[in-house]
T-cell receptor, first 116, second 112 residues
């Protein structure tokens, strides 16, 4: 398997623009996570899906952020409108089984977002 | 509630010397504990995990960690550092119906 695939790897945009980050989890994994990593706040869980259903979105910072998982092989994280403070590396991760299984999280290589 | 504390933000070692990265945890449940490594511009990769089997856990690349309940610690060690070990290391606690909680990370610097 190719692992968790994220796109784009790098995105530079201007404040106010819409940003869409994409993730393809490992085939057969039924839980998917979106994390944000910054120097100031470290790694933060934004949202967690199990079997394509959002289970915990308490980490989504504002209504400007939304995430979808229309099927088992694809998820998007959208920021609209984007702001400079959204600049971060966004990671997608997937796991076989539910979050509570204690299994291994497999991370993508991240999408580095810069909002000017 | 669960939490994890990585006691050092940076650790510097010379190549060939031992590595010790310290982690203390707090958990209301019998925890699962993990160490992940992140190389520059890469995602996190699992090094090893403890899930209530043997207290000494061996991972990839010669790393190991010992679960000490009495000290609520899960320190990561390696007998001899290699240049390729330079990276950021994250201690993670999770278990039961709790979220995975990531530590703030320890950056390991390895000098020749």
């Amino acid at each position: 398997d190719a692992g968790v695939i994220q796109s784009p790897r790098h995105e530079v945009t201007e404040m106010g623009q819409e940003v869409t980050l994409r993730c393809k989890p490992i085939s057969g994994h039924n839980s998917l996570f979106w994390y944000r990593q910054t120097m100031m706040r470290g790694l933060e869980l934004l949202i967690y899906f199990n079997n394509n259903v959002p289970i915990d979105d308490s980490g989504m910072p504002e209504d400007r952020f939304s995430a979808k998982m229309p099927n088992a092989s694809f998820s998007t994280l959208k920021i609209q409108p984007s702001e400079p403070r959204d600049s971060a590396v966004y990671f997608c991760a997937s796991i076989l089984g539910p979050r509570e299984s204690g299994g291994e999280l497999f991370f993508g290589e991240g999408s580095r977002l810069t909002v000017l | 509630a669960q939490s994890v504390t990585q006691l050092d933000s940076h650790v510097s070692v010379s190549e060939g010397t031992p590595v010790l990265l310290r982690c203390n945890y707090s958990s209301s449940y019998s925890p699962s504990l993990f160490w992940y490594v992140q190389h520059p511009n890469k995602g996190l990769q699992l090094l090893l995990k403890y899930t209530s089997a043997a207290t000494l856990v061996k991972g990839i690349n010669g790393f190991e960690a010992e679960f000490k309940k009495s000290e609520t610690s899960f320190h990561l060690t390696k007998p001899s550092a290699h240049m390729s070990d330079a990276a950021e290391y994250f201690c993670v606690v999770g278990g039961g119906f709790q979220k995975l909680v990531f530590g703030t990370g320890t950056r390991l610097l390895v000098s020749p």
